[in-house]
């Protein structure tokens, strides 16, 4: 059962030509679930226990969470729908 505190996040990457693709899904907030795909899929980094201590460039914006990385590439996470205001 997915609850408030741990949603259900679906990670999208944009590539360097516009191509939109799923990525992965996370049972965490939207946040957490971006930085862990960064970190995970981008950067090859696996060891969980330090995901705390890092602080990738997340950008907030009104409908979620973006970082971009590459010449044009991005990341992006949809806020779930109690989180917008």
């Known amino acids: 059962m997915i609850n408030k505190e741990n949603p259900l996040s679906t990670i999208f990457k ?3 030509d516009g191509n939109i693709t799923e990525l992965a ?3 965490l ?3 957490d679930a971006l ?3 960064y ?3 981008v950067k090859n980094y696996y060891n969980t226990w330090m995901y705390d201590f890092l602080k990738p460039d997340i950008q907030e914006t009104k409908n979620g969470f973006t970082i ?3 010449r044009n590439s991005a990341l992006y996470v949809k806020k779930q ?3 917008i205001a």
Do not use: R, T, V
């Open 14 to 16: 944009i590539d360097d």
């Open 25 to 27: 899904s996370y049972q």
């Open 29 to 31: 907030h939207p946040y």
């Open 35 to 37: 930085k862990a795909a």
């Open 39 to 41: 970190l995970q899929y």
């Open 68 to 70: 971009f990385y590459g």
């Open 81 to 83: 729908c109690e989180m």
